[in-house]
C-alpha cells in the first residue's frame, strides 16, 4: 500500500504500504490529475510476492500469492503554517493457493491520517485492523505513528528517505505469541533516477533496507519464559520500477510496474515463529516481487 506508512501496506498509500512486510516507493510517474476541487485520489495496486513475509514473519512460502489493495486518499484542510491534513481509507489482501481451504487468508483494513510537513516531511498516524476471513478471525489490531524525513535535496539529490514507524499492538498478537506487543520500524530507501537516460523507457531503482525491532513482547514463540527478542528482521531490496504512461491511455490512470528482489535475514525468535507456522526454519530467505499499480 502506494501505502505511504511503511508498512506490509506501502503500496496502497505513505508503510503502504508494506509490510507487510510488510514497505517507501518514490514516485516514477507524474502525480494523476484530479478533478478540480475534488480533493480525492483512488490508488489501487496487485503484488505478486514468491513468498508472504511480514515484518520477519513467515506467512507463506509456496504457490501463487496474490495480494491486491486499494486506498482512498481524501483533502481534509491545510493549516495556517502550510501543512496539509489528508484522510484515508483503505484495504488490502493476500490470497494463498497454497494454504487449503483458506486461500483469502488476509484482509486489513486501515484507516488514518497523513499531515505533510512544508518542509518535505510527513507524520502519519493510523488504525489496521488484521484479519483472517476463513473463520479465524482477528489476527491483530494496531496503531501505527511513523515519521518520514524528506531529505531529496541532500547528496546530489539522491536522498536517503529515512522514516522511522511506531506499532502499537491493542488486541491480539501477529507473532500469536500472547501477548499485546510494541513494535520498531527503521528504514532508508536511496533511489536512483532513470537509469537507463531513456525518454522512452525510464526505469527507477531503488534499495529499500529496514530493520524491524521489539520494543515490547513482539517476537515471542509462544512457548513461554523471556523470549522476546529485540532483533526481528533486516531486510534488503533492489526495486526496478517504470511508469507504463505510453501503454495505458490517459483517461485510465497513472499505471506503473515494478520488480523487486529482496535478501531477509531473521531473529532467532522470528526464525522459531516462521517455523511454528510452516514457513521453513532457515534462518534467512531471498524472495521476488512485481507489482502494478495505478492512481485516479
Same mark, same amino acid.
Given at each position: ?79 495556517? /503554517? ?69 531529505? +531529496?535535496?541532500?547528496? /546530489? ?5 529515512? *522514516? ?52 515490547? +513482547?513482539? *517476537? ?62 532457515? +534462518? ?13
Amino acid at each position: 500500500m502506494s501505502y505511504t506508512h511503511r508498512t506490509r501496506m506501502r503500496t496502497l498509500a505513505t508503510l503502504a504500504v508494506a509490510g507487510a512486510a510488510a514497505l517507501p516507493t518514490p514516485a516514477l510517474a507524474d502525480e494523476p490529475a484530479e478533478a478540480p476541487g475534488s480533493g480525492v485520489t483512488l490508488d489501487i495496486t496487485i503484488d505478486f510476492v514468491s513468498e508472504y513475509w511480514f515484518r520477519g514473519i513467515g506467512q507463506e512460502n509456496e504457490g501463487l500469492i496474490v495480494q491486491p489493495g486499494a486506498t482512498l486518499t481524501f483533502d481534509l484542510f491545510e493549516t495556517s /503554517g502550510g501543512a496539509a491534513v489528508t484522510g484515508y481509507v483503505g484495504s488490502w489482501n493476500s490470497y494463498q493457493d497454497a494454504t487449503a481451504g483458506n486461500e483469502w487468508f488476509e484482509s486489513d483494513m486501515i484507516g488514518g491520517f497523513n499531515i505533510a510537513l512544508p518542509n518535505g516531511d510527513s507524520i502519519d498516524l493510523s488504525y489496521i485492523n488484521l484479519y483472517n476471513p476463513a473463520g479465524n478471525g482477528i489476527f491483530a489490531e494496531e496503531i501505527d505513528l511513523s515519521y518520514a524525513i524528506d531529505d +531529496s535535496e541532500r547528496f /546530489g539529490g539522491m536522498g536517503l528517505s529515512p *522514516y522511522i514507524l511506531l506499532a502499537v499492538e491493542v488486541d491480539g498478537g501477529s507473532d500469536a505469541g500472547g501477548d499485546e506487543g510494541v513494535y520498531l520500524e527503521i528504514g532508508i530507501e536511496p533511489a536512483l533516477a532513470d537509469i537507463l537516460g531513456s525518454e522512452s523507457l525510464p526505469v527507477d531503482v531503488a534499495v529499500p533496507v529496514t530493520l524491524g525491532l521489539s520494543l515490547d +513482547s513482539y *517476537y515471542e514463540d509462544g512457548m513461554g519464559g523471556d523470549d522476546d527478542d529485540t532483533f526481528g528482521y533486516l531486510d534488503i531490496g533492489v526495486v526496478a520500477s517504470t511508469p507504463l504512461d505510453g501503454l495505458i491511455p490517459a483517461g485510465l490512470g497513472s499505471w506503473e510496474a515494478s520488480f523487486g528482489v529482496h535478501y531477509l535475514y531473521l531473529g532467532d525468535t522470528a526464525q522459531n515463529i516462521s517455523a511454528a507456522f510452516g514457513t521453513g526454519n532457515d +534462518s534467512s530467505t531471498v524472495y521476488a516481487t512485481i507489482g502494478i499499480s495505478t492512481s485516479f
